[in-house]
């Protein structure tokens, strides 16, 4: 079962930042928190991971709260092309990779 | 980064027989995966694919329904055996570089199955 909860979508405005919540609660102190967005008709593409600092590359920065019971994916001049649906995804550093895909949430775009 | 290609990219096939997809990574890599996402849905691993040994499978999943195969470290495949048009499904082969570590995962484009 997946280990996280976000909205099932969300509008976002080109050119504006899009802020992308994600629950995890339950997260255990050795998972971390990785971002993947999947844009229609191709296989997902990983974004950032995170465990307790914020991080920031050249897509987005994440954003995680100091409990670490919640983060935030941000997108910081929004495309169209960004139009995709992201997924949260918690991840022991031991899982040997297996990635447990929630139903993410479908970001629109618009102009 | 890596990158993977897969074959075919979709067919149509008929119900009861079976269908292999290839997967291909550019370079060595540690881990292979499958995944399935089923029309409108997320993606949910279907098995591990072990380098020289069977593959690890999920739960609901089994090696005689999803036989794969790992001859090296760069090729995979799934086999998707006596086809019902519930096996309909984006099918995914993944890989991870560990070396890397962030061990960020890489998606192939999907083979898109239909079964009628």
């Known amino acids: 079962d997946a280990k996280t909860t976000q909205p099932p979508s969300m509008d976002c405005a080109e050119g504006r930042a899009a802020n992308l919540p994600c629950n995890h609660s339950t997260i255990s102190g050795n998972e971390y928190v990785y971002w993947y967005r999947q844009i229609h008709s191709q296989g997902p593409q990983y974004i950032i991971h995170g465990l307790k600092n914020n991080e920031t590359n050249e897509m987005a920065s994440l954003i995680i709260t100091e409990d670490r019971k919640s983060s935030t994916l941000i997108l910081p001049h929004a495309t169209l092309r960004d139009t995709a649906v992201y997924y949260c995804i918690v991840r022991e550093t031991d899982s040997w990779g297996k990635l447990q895909f929630g139903a993410g949430t479908q970001v629109v775009v618009t102009p | 980064s890596a990158v993977i290609s897969q074959k075919p990219s979709r067919d149509i096939c008929q119900r009861g027989t079976s269908l292999t997809i290839q997967c291909q990574v550019d370079?060595?890599?540690?881990?292979m995966f499958w995944y399935r996402q089923q029309p409108g849905q997320s993606l949910t691993l279907i098995a591990t694919?072990?380098?020289?040994?069977?593959?690890?499978?999920e739960s609901g999943f089994v090696i005689d329904k999803f036989p794969i195969s790992r001859p090296n470290l760069t090729f995979s495949t799934l086999t998707v055996s006596n086809m019902s048009p519930e096996d309909s499904s984006i099918y995914l082969c993944?890989?991870?570089?560990?070396?890397?570590?962030?061990?960020?995962?890489?998606f192939g484009p999907g083979t898109r199955l239909t079964v009628l």
């Open positions: 694919a072990n380098q020289g040994s069977e593959a690890t499978y």
């Open positions: 370079s060595q890599v540690t881990m």
């Open positions: 993944s890989a991870l570089r560990q070396d890397r570590g962030s061990g960020e995962q890489f």
